[in-house]
């Protein structure tokens, strides 16, 4: 893993429909916070080494991260704010894709895990057919 690369950070329709709207609408802020996002996003290789990132899945040359953030100019910290990313990484493209960004009101059911790895099946084929 190279320290030195940047990555270009995409954003999924489906998370741009259901998640990035809702919290636009809500945060005053989030044009920063999305600003701070992108800034983390597209420096994945320094900030997975930091307890703010959980690797999910890898395999070969992607992978599939839980990152941690709040939103800008809260007193939260990102553990306490609940609101997480899930991120693609194509190491070989440079590439990352938000697939989901959520807050603890947006998960339905008892387990975290099992709510966004449905969610991924559902809505990322390309995602679906990579994970076994």
Not at 26 to 48: A, C
């Given at each position: 893993?190279?320290?030195?690369?940047?990555?270009?950070?995409?954003?999924?329709?489906?998370?741009?429909?259901?998640?990035?709207?809702?919290?636009?609408?809500?945060?005053?802020?989030?044009?920063?916070?999305?600003?701070?996002?992108n800034?983390?996003?597209?420096?994945?290789?320094?900030?997975?080494?930091?307890?703010?990132?959980?690797?999910?899945?890898?395999?070969?040359?992607?992978?599939?991260?839980?990152?941690?953030?709040?939103?800008?100019?809260?007193n939260?910290?990102?553990?306490?704010?609940?609101?997480?990313?899930?991120?693609?990484?194509?190491?070989?493209?440079s590439?990352?894709?938000?697939?989901?960004?959520?807050?603890?009101?947006?998960?339905?059911?008892?387990?975290?895990?099992?709510?966004?790895?449905q969610e991924?099946?559902?809505?990322?084929?390309?995602?679906?057919?990579?994970?076994?």
């Amino acid at each position: 893993m190279c320290i030195n690369k940047y990555y270009k950070v995409l954003v999924g329709e489906y998370a741009k429909k259901h998640f990035i709207k809702s919290f636009s609408k809500k945060y005053k802020t989030w044009n920063n916070t999305f600003i701070e996002i992108n800034n983390m996003l597209s420096r994945i290789d320094m900030f997975v080494l930091t307890s703010k990132v959980e690797k999910i899945h890898k395999y070969d040359i992607w992978y599939i991260v839980k990152c941690e953030f709040k939103i800008v100019w809260t007193n939260e910290s990102p553990k306490t704010s609940w609101n997480r990313i899930i991120v693609f990484v194509n190491e070989k493209k440079s590439e990352t894709h938000i697939l989901l960004l959520y807050a603890k009101t947006d998960i339905w059911g008892h387990n975290e895990t099992q709510w966004w790895t449905q969610e991924i099946k559902n809505n990322y084929e390309f995602i679906k057919k990579l994970w076994k």
